[in-house]
Structures are given as C-alpha cells and as structure tokens.
C-alpha cells in the first residue's frame, strides 16, 4: 500500500457550490500491481506535495485495454459510491501508437472485468472505451477526439450506475467526451491505468494535477458528438480494433512513438496514422494514368503533385525515383496531402545528374505530410521548404546530398519528427548542415540524428521560437565546416530556441553553441568528447545540463546566462557512464554510482520527484529507452 496525501482544489474556485461536494479523507491508500501480465516495471508514484505540479510516474507493459480481456498496470484506490478523478498526462514515452494512458474505473483486478476508461494514446488521440459485462468485448461506441494532445487532461465521474469521460485542455473547462452505463456494485476501484498495446515492451506516463473526489458531483458540459472515423485503407491480418482516427494537423501534432523498432524509415509496417490513399505512383506506372489504383499508377511523384487537392493521399511504391518534385499545392488542418512509400515497402528519391535546383522541393505548399522516404544524392538540399507552412516532414533518411539534408529557407509551423540526416557535404565549402533553419516561426525538431555533415549537425541560425528535443547529433565538421552539434541562433537576435533531451557527442567544435542568438534555453542535454567546448552561451538560460571529455572543457560562459544545477556549477567531474561506446545499449547513461544522479533541479519536465539527474538520460533509462532513438541501429545502416 502507498499513501498519498492530496491538497483538494475546491469548486468554489470555478464559481460552484462546494457544500454539494465532500471533502475527501486528508489521506488516501493507493495500490499498485499489473493486471493480465507478469510485472516488468514498479510504478514509482513517489510522494504528492502540497500543489499539484507533483508528477506521478506509471510504466506499464501489457498487449493491450482491449477486448475480452486485459493486460496493463494499475495505480488505484477504492471508490464507495459516487465521485470523481481527474489527472494532466504531462507526458507520455510510448512503445506503440495505441498505447494507452488514462483514467480507469474498474470492478475487480480480474483482466476480464467491466471497467470504463478514459485515455490518451500514444498517438491517436483520446478514446472513452468499456467493458459493460465481465469477460464481454470492449467497446468504444461512446466517443473519441484523435485530436487531443500529450498534455491534455482527463476525468472520470461515477454517478450510480452513469460513468461520465471528459476532457479538458487546462484542467478547469471540461468538455464531455461520452458516458456509459455500467453496473459495478457499491465500491470499486478508480485510478491511473498505462498499457504499452506492444508486449514485452515498456510504456512510462507522466501524470500531474492528480484530483480525487468522493459524492456526488456536478453535472458537466453538455456532451460534444464523436469524430468520425475513418475505415482502414488496407488492414492487417490482425487489425487493431480501435478507431482510425482523423489525421493529426501537421505542425501541431504531438510528440509520437513509432509504431515498430527500425531506424524510423521504411519499416515493415504501416505507419500510424494510416490514410486512405486516393492517388499511386509505381515505377511501372505512366503518368497517362489516372493514378487511382495500383495497376493504374503515376509513373513520376511529380504527377501526382500536380493533381493531388486537400485530403489526397499518395502512396508510393517501392523503387528508385527521381528527386526532382515541387510541391505547391496545400492541403487544410483537417485534411492535409499526403505523400508516402506504401506500407511495407520503400520509395529512394535520388537526385543523381540533376542540376542544383533539382530536389524535393516545398514551394509555397501549405499542410503536406511527407513521410517515409529516403532523399540523396542531390546537387544542392535533399529536402527544402520555401514559404511553406504548417508541413510535416517525418520518417525520413536524407544522406550524401550537396548542401543541407533538410533546408528550412522560409515558413512557419513546419515540424522534422523522426529523420536521420548524415553525410551531406558540399566539399571543402563545408556549409551543409544535416537540417538548417534558415528562418521561420515555431518550427519544431523533435527524435533526430545528424552525423557527419560537413557543417553542423542542427542549425536553427535565424528561426525563433524553435524547439528541439529528443535528437543525438555527432562527427559533424567534416571538410572544413563549423562542426557544432547544434547551433541555436545568429545574427545576436532574439531566437528563443529552446533545446531538451538532446545528445552531442565528438563533433569538430562545439556541442552546443548558441552563435549570439539571444535568450536560448537549453535543459537536460548532455555533451561528451566535442573538440571544444561542450557548451557555450550567452544571455541563455541553462539548467540541469551534463558536459564531461570536451577536448578545451566542458563549459564557456560568454555573459549575461542563468545557469542553475549544470554539472560544472556543481563541480561534478566524471559522471561514471556505463559506456562511452557508442554502439553499445548502455552509451552516456549514468551508473548506479553516477554524481548526477538526484543533483539536478525540478523544472516542470517528466522526471518524477523533485531532484532529477543531470543530462538527456536518467541513470535507469538508456538512449533507446527513454529518448527513443534506436542508435546501434542507425549507425548499422
């Protein structure tokens, strides 16, 4: 048993009668325990504080919450009679896209039994889902938003046999998502339910804002209809029973998990969202087609860009094509073009022979996902976007082209998720990064790999408000490049490039340069065995960093920086990584015995209690774990 002490934020706060609402005991007695499988991982509910930023971390494994029966782990306390819990899902490391974190009310710890729960998936947004009799099929039919992000809350109300899901995007104005009614006898059991939906596998939630609250309450917003779903184009033998969902608009997504272990480009399964294709190119198709099926296929990508209009999908089949393709034609928030290889199968797009403005080219084309490609051998950038906005360019692998693998010239809101950019190079000029940013508002970078370009890994020169996180860059520098890491700004403007969970490590130069941009804040990350500095800033904010075997040292402070629990303010020397090795699972992940552990500050990111270790790695996690970046696999290419 664990006990948890609340801190019970009343309704009269939003204007409500608090004396038709019950006080909860001062203290309630939680349990724990893994329902449907053998248990690979405790929860660690730690303690809550007196506010409710406290984080409660749950790592589930299990096949799913779903069907007639269940595997998933549990953190719950009973609930007699009526009442309510609601939680943030700050963040949420997942194994698979329909793995589940959420709120549960549940009859029994038995796998088969009737429960409703309420959840965000890893990246299909939330779903109200229950089981209405003991060992009977899951249902879904009460409603779901595939819109809803990591980050969102969620709340369960009992009132009788009514079991009432809502959600909220700040914990105070609730929308009601569906209801069902479900008969589980006086008391049963409410809590925090995590499933990975991928056995064997690990999938770890972050919650915060936890709200418990017994007796009758409130009746909520009037219900919102459920979204359509969209049937599956091209199921599996085993098709996952869930809702297709819409997809998620492009340059406001979350922050997904792949749906399979690979190196993120061309796996053998389909990736998720699946899209309905409308539109195909083969290399033994004729751009006299009209492209509306297999045996009737485009021949060239270009033909389809040309006729595609928004909620187009194009599905690519395996092959060599020529990079030369323009896109210029936009699709909505609701209904982006799409533009990927089929499903088990990879499209190359080289640019072999052609002249240097031939590539993969975004012009003035607006919510495009481009997904699942191979880019190279290009003149000039494998991919570039020029007043462009609102694109999502993911699952991609751009390597040996003539400038930057990916080249953000101008447009805002664009996002790179889950890319590997190596080896671009321009000769002895040495001014191709792996992506540069060249401007543009918003953009966000997120699960990347740079190594070996010739100039810098990750350039964000003159974009502001840029984020990244989650990226490993490394080797970069070659032919007489810059060689940083990551470079966060230019031209002494204010940028406000943020940077988290990132990794660099024997770069020519610097690991992490802000290159006089203003206000850049850079938390989490690790530097190890750069050629210079590990870190250098100005007028930034630095928090919780970890620098060790940079060539000149570990940190420059160039003026004017906020800096608080970094590892050369607390004068930690060696940090005792379990490997420097970088094809080993264990590289830069703290030991045991590591310094950094417990040194650093508690900023609101996903680390449960209040003294998180220092760097991109907790010392229990591992690169693949918890940054999810499969390296050995990506360096085995």
């Known amino acids: 048993m664990l006990i948890v002490t609340f801190l019970i934020a009343f309704l009269a706060a939003c204007g409500q009668n608090v004396a038709q609402v019950p006080q909860p005991p001062e203290e309630v007695e939680w349990s724990a325990a893994a329902i449907g499988y053998e248990d690979v991982q405790q929860a660690n509910l730690g303690q809550l504080e007196p506010a409710a ?99 969102g809350w969620m709340r369960l109300t009992r009132t009788g046999d009514q079991i009432i899901g809502e959600l909220s995007s700040d914990g105070s104005s609730w929308t009601e998502l569906g209801s069902y009614t479900v008969s589980m006898g006086q008391t049963a059991l409410i809590g925090l339910a995590v499933t990975a ?129 323009s896109f210029q034609r936009s699709g909505t928030s609701a209904n982006p073009i799409v533009f990927e290889s089929y499903p088990g199968e990879c499209a190359i797009l080289d640019g072999s022979g052609q002249q240097a403005y031939q590539n993969v080219r975004f012009e003035g084309a607006n919510y495009n996902v481009f997904r699942n490609f191979v880019v190279r051998n290009n003149p000039a950038q494998g991919i570039q976007l020029v007043n462009a906005n609102d694109n999502l ?51 966000r970078i997120d699960h990347c790999v740079a190594y070996r370009n010739s100039d810098d890994g990750v350039d964000t020169w003159l974009s502001v408000n840029t984020t990244i996180e989650r990226c490993i860059s ?53 530097s190890y065995d750069n050629n210079v500095y590990g870190f250098i800033v100005a007028n930034g904010q630095l928090r919780n960093n970890l620098a060790y075997g940079d060539l000149r040292r570990g940190w ?19 940090p005792l990584f379990l490997s420097t090795d970088p094809s080993s699972a264990s590289f830069l992940a703290p030991s045991a015995l590591s310094p950094v552990i417990g040194r650093g500050t508690n900023i609101g990111l996903p680390f449960s209690g209040s003294a998180p270790d220092l760097g991109a790695i907790p010392h229990d996690e591992t690169i693949e774990s918890f940054l999810g970046i499969p390296l050995r696999e990506i360096l085995a290419y």
Not at 408 to 435: E, P, Q, V
Not at 557 to 574: A, E, K, M, Y
Request: hydrophobic fraction near 30%; include cysteine; charged fraction near 20%.
């Open 53 to 151: 930023a406290s984080l409660i971390k749950v790592s589930g494994s299990g096949t799913d919450i779903w069907d007639a029966r269940d595997e998933f782990y549990y953190v719950y306390t009973p609930l007699n009679g009526d009442g309510s819990l609601s939680v943030r899902l700050l963040d949420f490391a997942a194994a698979h896209a329909w793995s589940k974190a959420g709120v549960m009310l549940r009859d029994g710890l038995a796998p088969d039994a009737r429960n409703v729960l309420i959840h965000i998936s890893g990246q299909n947004g939330s779903v109200l889902q229950a089981r209405l009799q003991t060992g009977a099929a899951t249902t879904n039919s009460a409603g779901s938003d595939p819109n809803v992000p990591v980050g």
């Open 197 to 325: 939906h991928s056995p064997g596998q690990v999938a770890t939630a972050y919650f915060t804002g936890l709200d418990l609250r017994f007796g009758t309450q409130p009746r909520p917003n009037p219900p919102k209809h459920p979204t359509p779903q969209q049937p599956d184009p091209d199921p599996d033998p085993k098709p996952d029973p869930e809702p297709e969902p819409e997809p998620v608009p492009p340059g406001r997504p979350t922050t997904p998990e792949p749906n399979y272990v690979g190196t993120w480009v061309c796996g053998t399964e389909a990736l998720t969202p699946r899209y309905q294709p409308t539109y195909y190119v083969s290399t033994s198709g004729n751009d006299s087609n009209d492209g509306r099926s297999t045996d009737r296929a485009f021949r060239t990508l270009q033909r389809a860009a040309n006729v595609v209009s928004a909620g187009d999908v194009v599905w690519v089949r395996g092959g060599t094509y020529s990079s030369n393709v």
């Open 474 to 526: 490394f080797k970069n520098g070659v032919q007489g490049g810059d060689g940083n890491g990551f470079k966060l700004g230019g031209r002494s403007q204010v940028v406000n490039t943020v940077i988290r969970y990132s990794i660099s490590f024997d770069n020519v130069a610097e690991g992490f340069n802000y290159n006089s941009g203003r206000n850049v804040t850079l938390e989490h990350n690790t």
């Open 556 to 574: 420059e402070d160039d003026g004017g920086n906020q800096v608080q629990t970094n590892s050369w303010d607390l004068g930690i020397g060696n």
């Open 393 to 443: 360019i993911a699952h991609v692998r751009t390597h040996n082209n003539g400038l930057s693998g990916i080249q953000n010239l101008s447009g805002d809101r664009n996002r790179f998720s889950y890319f590997i950019t190596h080896d671009n190079s321009d000769g002895s000029n040495g001014d191709a990064d792996g992506i540069g940013l060249s401007s543009g508002r918003d953009l």
